[in-house]
């Protein structure tokens, strides 16, 4: 069974650092796109990043570029963000999703489940 | 930068009838278009991508259309389980998501 587990959410504090991480299994991970997409409370969905199979390209969004750091290990079958400098902005349900091929710039196809992310002093 | 906008907001259809959600881009993003469903407490389930190609398993009465700048969802006739928030999504750069559209029962 194709399954992406999120973890490493939780409470922190504005302006330290959080970092998530996302396992997969059921699938061959190197050959892949994987991305972060957030959904704060009672709103719609934000892509956050994305990097390709072999890491070789990597986008942000304008709301965490020089903040958020993704990578990946295709050895452990994981995806990570490194999310710094955090604000109450970044409040959200963290979703780990999987692109269909390679390549960054595609759809997604397969979602996990979502680690919440409280940013409040 | 583009921008996603989608219409209406809120769409009441009875259980049967059918039910058309537009998306607009703001530039071109050719068929480089994705709908997503999202029911409550789940997480996000890809319908179509392509502009008009079903997801594996998606039932036939989901189709999309458009190409460029307009886009659409439709559903042919509503079931129970088809009542939640859709959205679409372009990544021909990089990748955006519109407000979303929620689908409720009339």
């Known amino acids: 069974e194709v399954q992406l587990v999120e973890s490493g959410g939780g409470l922190v504090q504005p302006g330290r650092s959080l970092r998530l991480s996302c396992a997969a299994s059921?699938?061959?991970?190197?050959?892949?796109?994987m991305h972060w997409v957030r959904q704060a409370p009672g709103k719609g969905l934000e892509w956050v990043s994305g990097?390709?199979?072999?890491?070789?390209?990597?986008g942000y969004a304008d709301s965490v570029k020089g903040r958020f750091t993704i990578s990946r290990d295709n050895a452990k079958n994981s995806l990570y963000l490194q999310m710094n400098s955090l604000r109450a902005e970044d409040t959200a349900l963290y979703y780990c999703?999987?692109?269909?091929?390679?390549?960054?710039?595609?759809?997604?196809?397969?979602w996990g489940q979502g680690t919440m992310v409280t940013v409040s002093s | 930068e583009i921008v996603m906008t989608q219409s209406p907001a809120t769409l009441s259809v009875s259980p049967g009838e059918r039910a058309t959600l537009s998306c607009r881009a703001s530039q071109s993003v050719s068929s480089n278009l994705a709908w997503y469903q999202q029911k409550p407490g789940q997480a996000p389930r890809l319908l179509i991508y392509?502009?008009?190609t079903r997801a594996t398993g998606i039932p036939a009465r989901f189709s999309g259309s458009g190409s460029g700048t307009e886009f659409t969802l439709t559903i042919s006739s509503l079931q129970s389980e088809d009542f939640a928030v859709y959205y679409c999504?372009?990544?021909?750069?990089?990748?955006?998501f519109g407000q979303g559209t929620r689908l409720e029962i009339k």
């Open positions: 059921g699938f061959t991970f190197d050959d892949y796109a």
């Open positions: 990097i390709s199979w072999n890491s070789g390209s990597i």
């Open positions: 392509g502009a008009s």
């Open positions: 999703a999987k692109g269909p091929t390679g390549r960054v710039m595609r759809a997604f196809d397969i």
């Open positions: 999504q372009q990544y021909n750069n990089w990748l955006l």
